[in-house]
């Protein structure tokens, strides 16, 4: 298996896609216990007229149709910013070993930053965390995503 840094860098390679789609560039990658990677997913919930179509969710869609499984056990998702309600309530349900992320989301992540959803005593599964993979590379990324963005939204006004 090679390192948490090799596949957040893969995750990041799926948050580009979803940047040059024009979606906030956040990416995820489901790997087996082999080390394989067996699901990808950015984020495309404007393009899908989606709600759920967060990259975390896509990359567990994607390693269920390849395994022929829900269950994702033993596997690890690494994705790119901390997950929010929704994606941890589908991890959980899909049975990961672990996930691994880059950064925090203060605003609505579910893991560490807002509550951590996994430590609750009524799940009957347990989920390995380890969060700040790659952070300072990953806000990096989506601070200059969102900058760009409210440049763009300022240059538009003042025409």
């Known amino acids: 298996m090679r390192s948490d840094e090799y596949y957040m ?3 990041m390679d799926q948050a580009r896609r979803a940047e040059a789609a024009g979606e906030v560039p956040v990416g995820a990658v489901v790997v087996d216990p082999a080390g394989e990677i067996v699901g990808r997913g950015f984020n495309t919930p404007v393009a ?3 709600p759920s179509a ?3 969710i896509r990359a567990l869609r994607d390693a269920g149709a390849r395994l022929g499984n829900y269950r994702l056990d033993g596997c690890t998702l690494f994705v790119t910013l901390e997950p929010c309600l929704m994606c941890t309530g589908a991890i ?3 049975r990961l070993a ?3 992320y880059g950064a925090a989301e203060p605003r609505s992540g579910m893991v560490e930053s807002r509550a951590n959803l996994f430590a609750q005593p009524w799940y009957n599964h347990r989920v390995e965390v380890v969060g700040g993979v790659l ?3 990953v806000s990096k990324h989506l601070k200059a995503f969102f900058a760009e963005r409210r440049d763009s939204a ?3 006004v003042e025409k």
């Open 54 to 56: 967060h990259a975390e």
């Open 9 to 11: 860098h893969r995750a």
């Open 135 to 137: 952070a300072s590379r």
């Open 98 to 100: 672990r996930v691994v």
């Open 92 to 94: 959980i349900h899909a």
């Open 48 to 50: 899908e007229h989606d």
């Open 154 to 156: 300022e240059t538009s």
